[in-house]
């Protein structure tokens, strides 16, 4: 029975824990045991000549095997294997300058096997003789990672065909299993420094042999992945060490959260327009008209840490507050929900208000207009919508109210009367009174009235309002709706204070949105401005709500991202299934259609006719991008697809599914005909990234079981089963999160799924990675060092998705997830210098799409 302990249970615990203390000295005496057996080893080969050590033993079998080319010896190294804190030293047995006969890839036929007979494969394949055991004579085994219980190899059956196996889908965020481990190669021989030689016989080029080692090896999820070394790199000591002279400075941020925000749209003293995405509050100017600073363009408050949810500004028409959300750091440490007030001339933070005081985010706030701002009203988003009032100036609390367990979307002050306070949020408008406290904390008292609907249908949602100059108000509701709201007529004759006496209703109507309205913003000049969610408008409206402009943007996740080869230009597609085109040097968008469908990826053809885009069915277009056409639709599969690639001379498409395959077509010079050329077959799980070597011949491709698979494009779709071979070619673009070059950038502790997104620079000098954690980071390239530094960037306030640079490499595009937003950062080189900015246009977008001069 649980709980009850028998007599013998003590001594029999105490037995085990001594067995178990004895174990672990055992295996700590069996680590000296190998790491000096591995230095005898090392000695014994400087003293050995290679002929002598090449000679002795049975020759290797032919093939892609263990043993080493001619004129080199095998070799015994120590190498170091980090598991996330610990460190301990492991001998790894592997020949030095010939490819290992491991591989990370899909069990190879019978006679193509990359390793020989009864050795195991990375993939997890069993061996016969178990592991270490010795094999044929002069050959040395190499000594296998210990394999987890719960990591096999996915989807994989050496008895399967690639089209038999069953697909892989991974979790897009799983749950580690294992630390990232990194080893090293070789230590540095002094012996043998024969070169290796190429196929071809006499005259044919050949390569040094790399005395650090021929591979790095690096485990995700209990995983290894081997990577090969190029031939030309002789010690990793030579490789780029620390952050790259290159910096990043945000230039533009493209879109605003409208999606699941209220009241988040207001115009500063200096004429700009000012609204919040992510973690990043925009204040932008549509014209280089006088006195506003910069003449033009976006500036940005980016002192928070986490994802803002509201806005107000002050009286002043400078001061600005943001409340942000909690949330947690990279380490899973909570951060608390906060408000900020800061100064929007010189964007620094003046005051924090309610540190520790809300509970799971700051919802909704405003400031006071009738005595010049002096306190502020704040509801946060626990359960009871608490609604507080503080004073400004010495960030008191004054007064706290449970509001309501209905959701609170929005807050606001009467413009003519601190006294009187307005919320909406689901199914009600309520005005407060508030009365007493003032200077004296938690002594003031809030009461309520509710709105009266009448004859209007009571609409589910009302998340925002506006006061209008006469005293009325206007709500937004989910309906679409625009209401107007006004004193009753019993009330007309009550004084302007002692709101909550008084009651509002229902004056007018109009329709304004299909779906949700989620801003009204008044400008000065008395129109007033709403930002729509499912429709995806913003509209500028005039005296009696006649609509005269609008827009369009962005409103859901974004995945797909590929900049023009030639021009300032990008193009975007997610969930909220528009693919848009827009003009860096502008901050403009060039145009937007509805694709009907989910769109994951997307690349310009070279010539930048054309631009092929993904979708979540299996089926992929190709659009002209002038006239916006679909000049070719097709359905590979029906599983989603997540990449597409030219190849750098436009003669092939490359198509990666989650059906495991990659789909080859060829292209015409305009890429406006492709046919099918052949099928890429060999991976175990899904295509995650791919990219073309710069003749066009080959591919690199990684897959969601974390492998690194090499393809023949040009000989016929062909696997090429020895991966060592494909160390020194050289690729166009270098996009695969998996490869010796880009091995550094991953942190220690991966889980396999923290890095969505990565780019090399098209000058190959640096590297921009994409992270779950709400981060943009600037490597060196190559990068290929363990936890090599990087210079990090915040501002997304959800998982990047991608990254892109732009084609002179003057600027980097940063896709936000759930936050939907594009960040546009410019790349500023060594010493700060960087290539001047872009001339903003004169009527550069508000949110995506927008060309509303405000």
Same mark, same amino acid.
């Given at each position: 029975?649980?709980?009850?302990?028998?007599?013998?249970?003590?001594?029999?615990?105490?037995?085990?824990?001594? %067995?178990?203390?004895?174990?672990?000295?055992?295996?700590?005496?069996?680590?000296?045991?190998?790491?000096?057996?591995?230095?005898? %080893?090392?000695?014994?080969?400087?003293?050995?000549?290679?002929?002598?050590?090449?000679?002795?033993?049975?020759?290797?079998?032919?093939?892609?095997?263990?043993?080493?080319?001619? =004129?080199?010896?095998? /070799?015994?190294?120590?190498?170091?294997?980090?598991?996330?804190?610990? /460190?301990?030293?492991?001998?790894?047995?592997?020949?030095?300058?010939?490819?290992?006969?491991?591989?990370?890839?899909?069990?190879?036929?019978?006679?193509?096997?990359?390793?020989?007979?009864?050795?195991?494969?990375?993939?997890?394949?069993?061996?016969?003789?178990?592991?270490?055991?010795?094999?044929?004579?002069?050959?040395?085994?190499?000594?296998?990672?210990?394999?987890? &219980?719960?990591?096999?190899?996915?989807?994989?059956?050496?008895?399967?065909?690639?089209?038999?196996?069953?697909?892989?889908?991974?979790?897009?965020?799983?749950?580690?299993?294992?630390?990232?481990?990194?080893?090293?190669?070789?230590?540095?021989?002094?012996?043998?420094?024969?070169?290796?030689?190429?196929?071809?016989?006499?005259?044919?080029? #050949?390569?040094? !042999?790399?005395?650090?080692?021929?591979?790095?090896?690096?485990?995700?999820?209990?995983?290894?992945?081997?990577?090969?070394?190029?031939?030309?790199?002789?010690?990793?000591?030579?490789?780029?060490?620390?952050?790259?002279?290159?910096?990043?400075?945000?230039?533009?941020?493209?879109?605003?959260?409208?999606?699941?925000?209220?009241?988040?749209?207001?115009?500063?003293?200096?004429?700009?327009?000012?609204?919040?995405? &992510?973690?990043? +509050?925009?204040?932008?100017r549509p014209g280089g008209g006088p006195g506003g600073p910069g003449g033009g363009g976006q500036r940005h408050y980016r002192g928070h840490t986490d994802c803002v949810r509201c806005l107000a500004v002050h009286p002043d028409g400078v001061r600005v507050a943001s409340g942000q959300t909690a949330g947690v750091d990279k380490d899973g440490k909570p951060l608390q929900p906060v408000v900020h007030i800061w100064d929007s001339e010189t964007l620094l933070k003046l005051q924090e208000i309610g540190l520790g005081a809300f509970e799971r985010?700051?919802?909704?706030?405003?400031?006071?207009?009738?005595?010049?701002?002096?306190?502020?009203?704040?509801?946060?988003?626990?359960?009871?919508?608490?609604?507080? +009032?503080?004073?400004?100036?010495? =960030?008191?609390?004054? &007064?706290?109210?449970?509001?309501?367990?209905?959701?609170?979307?929005?807050?606001?002050?009467?413009?003519?009367?601190?006294?009187?306070?307005?919320?909406?949020?689901?199914?009600?408008?309520?005005?407060?009174?508030?009365?007493?406290?003032?200077?004296?904390?938690?002594?003031?008292?809030?009461?309520?009235?509710?709105?009266?609907?009448?004859? !209007?249908?009571?609409?589910?949602?009302?998340?925002?309002?506006?006061? %209008?100059?006469?005293?009325?108000?206007?709500?937004?509701?989910?309906?679409?709706?625009?209401?107007?709201?006004?004193?009753?007529?019993?009330?007309?004759?009550?004084?302007?204070?002692?709101?909550?006496?008084? /009651?509002?209703?229902?004056?007018?109507?109009?329709?304004?949105?299909?779906?949700?309205?989620?801003?009204?913003?008044?400008? #000065?000049?008395?129109? +007033?401005?709403?930002?729509?969610?499912?429709?995806?408008?913003?509209?500028?409206?005039?005296?009696?709500?006649?609509?005269?402009?609008?827009?369009?943007?962005h409103t859901d996740e974004l995945w797909g991202l590929c900049t023009h080869p030639s021009q300032n230009r990008f193009l975007t597609c997610g969930h909220d299934r528009q693919l848009c085109l827009w003009d860096g040097e502008s901050h403009a968008l060039a145009w937007s259609i509805d694709l009907k469908e989910t769109g994951l990826c997307a690349d310009f053809h070279p010539s930048g006719a054309v631009v092929a885009v993904g979708l979540n069915t299996g089926r992929w277009l190709v659009l002209d991008t002038e006239t916006r056409e679909i000049v070719s639709d097709v359905i590979d599969g029906n599983e989603q697809l997540s990449v597409v690639r030219y190849s750098p001379d436009g003669l092939y498409l490359a198509i990666g599914s989650h059906d495991n395959v990659i789909y080859i077509y060829s292209v015409s010079s305009d890429?406006?005909?492709?046919?099918?050329?052949?099928?890429?077959?060999?991976?175990?799980?899904?295509?995650?990234?791919?990219?073309?070597?710069?003749?066009?011949?080959?591919?690199?491709?990684?897959?969601?079981?974390?492998?690194?698979? !090499?393809?023949?494009?040009?000989?016929?779709?062909?696997?090429?089963?020895?991966?060592?071979?494909?160390?020194? #070619?050289?690729?166009?673009? !270098?996009?695969?999160?998996?490869?010796?070059?880009?091995?550094?950038?991953?942190?220690?502790?991966?889980?396999?799924?923290?890095?969505?997104?990565?780019?090399?620079?098209?000058?190959?000098?640096?590297?921009?990675?994409?992270?779950?954690?709400?981060?943009?980071?600037?490597?060196?390239?190559?990068?290929?060092?363990?936890?090599?530094?990087?210079?990090?960037?915040? =501002?997304?306030?959800?998982?990047?998705?991608?990254?892109?640079? /732009?084609?002179?490499?003057?600027?980097?595009?940063? %896709?936000?997830?759930?936050?939907?937003?594009?960040?546009?950062?410019?790349?500023?080189?060594?010493?700060?210098?960087?290539?001047?900015? &872009?001339?903003?246009?004169?009527?550069?977008?508000?949110?995506?799409?927008?060309?509303?001069?405000?």
């Open positions: 029975m649980d709980g009850a302990a028998g007599p013998g249970d003590g001594p029999a615990r105490e037995a085990l824990q001594s %067995l178990s203390q004895r174990l672990r000295v055992q295996e700590q005496e069996m680590e000296l045991v190998k790491a000096a057996l591995a230095e005898a %080893l090392r000695l014994l080969r400087l003293q050995v000549p290679p002929s002598s050590l090449q000679g002795s033993g049975t020759p290797a079998p032919p093939g892609d095997s263990l043993a080493a080319p001619p =004129g080199l010896p095998p /070799t015994c190294t120590p190498s170091l294997v980090s598991r996330g804190t610990q /460190t301990e030293t492991e001998v790894e047995l592997k020949s030095s300058p010939g490819p290992p006969g491991l591989s990370n890839g899909p069990p190879a036929p019978q006679g193509a096997s990359e390793e020989p007979s009864g050795t195991q494969s990375e993939g997890g394949g069993s061996s016969s003789s178990g592991a270490g055991s010795p094999g044929p004579p002069g050959i040395l085994r190499p000594l296998q990672p210990p394999q987890r &219980a719960d990591t096999p190899r996915r989807n994989s059956s050496s008895s399967s065909s690639p089209s038999e196996r069953p697909r892989q889908k991974l979790s897009r965020k799983a749950i580690s299993s294992a630390n990232l481990l990194v080893r090293s190669g070789s230590t540095e021989s002094r012996g043998g420094k024969d070169p290796l030689s190429s196929p071809g016989g006499p005259g044919s080029r #050949r390569s040094n !042999y790399n005395l650090e080692g021929i591979s790095v090896k690096m485990f995700l999820r209990g995983r290894p992945i081997t990577m090969y070394i190029p031939s030309g790199i002789r010690s990793l000591e030579e490789l780029p060490s620390g952050p790259p002279p290159e910096t990043l400075s945000l230039d533009w941020v493209y879109g605003y959260r409208g999606r699941d925000s209220r009241s988040n749209l207001f115009v500063l003293r200096s004429g700009e327009v000012v609204y919040f995405i &992510a973690c990043v +509050v925009v204040l932008y985010g700051v919802g909704a706030l405003a400031f006071s207009a009738a005595d010049q701002g002096a306190f502020l009203c704040v509801v946060d988003d626990s359960n009871e919508h608490m609604l507080s +009032v503080w004073d400004c100036s010495r =960030g008191m609390k004054l &007064a706290e109210i449970k509001s309501t367990n209905d959701s609170v979307l929005a807050v606001g002050f009467n413009p003519r009367d601190s006294s009187c306070i307005v919320t909406s949020g689901k199914s009600h408008v309520h005005f407060w009174n508030w009365s007493g406290g003032v200077g004296v904390p938690g002594n003031g008292t809030l009461t309520r009235k509710q709105g009266v609907f009448g004859k !209007y249908k009571k609409p589910k949602f009302i998340p925002c309002f506006v006061f %209008l100059p006469d005293g009325d108000i206007l709500t937004g509701d989910s309906e679409g709706n625009i209401l107007t709201w006004g004193r009753s007529p019993s009330d007309s004759k009550t004084p302007g204070r002692g709101g909550a006496k008084e /009651t509002y209703g229902i004056v007018a109507q109009a329709h304004a949105h299909e779906g949700s309205i989620f801003a009204l913003c008044l400008r #000065r000049d008395g129109t +007033v401005l709403s930002g729509g969610g499912r429709d995806r408008r913003l509209v500028q409206w005039g005296p009696g709500l006649v609509a005269l402009q609008e827009a369009e943007g890429g406006a005909k492709s046919s099918r050329f052949g099928r890429c077959m060999g991976h175990s799980s899904f295509i995650t990234h791919l990219d073309w070597s710069k003749d066009g011949n080959f591919i690199m491709s990684n897959s969601g079981d974390y492998e690194i698979l !090499y393809w023949d494009v040009a000989g016929g779709c062909k696997q090429l089963k020895n991966r060592y071979e494909s160390r020194d #070619r050289e690729w166009a673009t !270098y996009t695969c999160v998996l490869g010796f070059h880009v091995y550094g950038v991953w942190p220690d502790g991966s889980d396999g799924t923290d890095i969505n997104s990565l780019c090399r620079s098209h000058n190959e000098r640096v590297v921009a990675v994409a992270d779950d954690f709400c981060k943009v980071h600037l490597f060196q390239y190559p990068c290929a060092r363990a936890k090599a530094p990087s210079r990090m960037y915040g =501002g997304h306030g959800s998982h990047v998705t991608s990254v892109r640079f /732009t084609h002179d490499d003057s600027h980097l595009v940063s %896709l936000g997830g759930k936050d939907a937003s594009i960040f546009q950062w410019r790349v500023l080189g060594a010493g700060g210098a960087g290539p001047a900015p &872009a001339t903003p246009s004169r009527t550069p977008s508000l949110s995506p799409a927008s060309s509303l001069d405000v």
